[in-house]
């Protein structure tokens, strides 16, 4: 009997928890929208590339460089600007824990 309800109970739980949001909280926007603005930023960065990519195997140490560089530069210091990197941007600019 005690397994039954318990069994039914969890069902229940994992049922409900399955229900999609139908709105997102606000703080998600605005993390969304700070997602977006660096993301701008680091596209912005990475038209140094353009023109790069027909030659990929001539040009892949350069745009190895460059994408390293936009994406991942002073992600680690403590005194970076969120205008370093993509990486930088999402940690100082959205709080963000995780990147890439």
């Known amino acids: 009997m005690h397994l039954s309800l318990t069994l039914l109970v969890i069902f229940g739980v994992l049922l409900a928890a399955q229900e999609p ?9 605005a993390f969304k929208k700070c997602l977006m603005y ?6 912005e960065c990475l038209q140094a590339t353009n023109g790069m ?3 990929y195997h ?9 994408v390293r560089r936009c994406c991942l530069r ?3 210091r403590a005194n970076a600007n969120e205008k370093d990197s993509f990486a930088t941007c999402v940690m100082i ?3 963000a824990h995780l990147y890439g």
Not at 21 to 29: A, I, S, V
Not at 38 to 43: P, T
Request: a positive charge; glycine letters at 6%.
């Open 38 to 43: 660096c993301s701008k930023h680091y596209g």
């Open 74 to 76: 002073n992600e680690k």
């Open 58 to 66: 001539a040009n892949v140490k350069n745009i190895t460089s460059i």
């Open 53 to 55: 990519w027909k030659s």
């Open 21 to 29: 949001e139908t709105r997102k909280p606000q703080h998600l926007e």
């Open 93 to 95: 600019r959205c709080g």
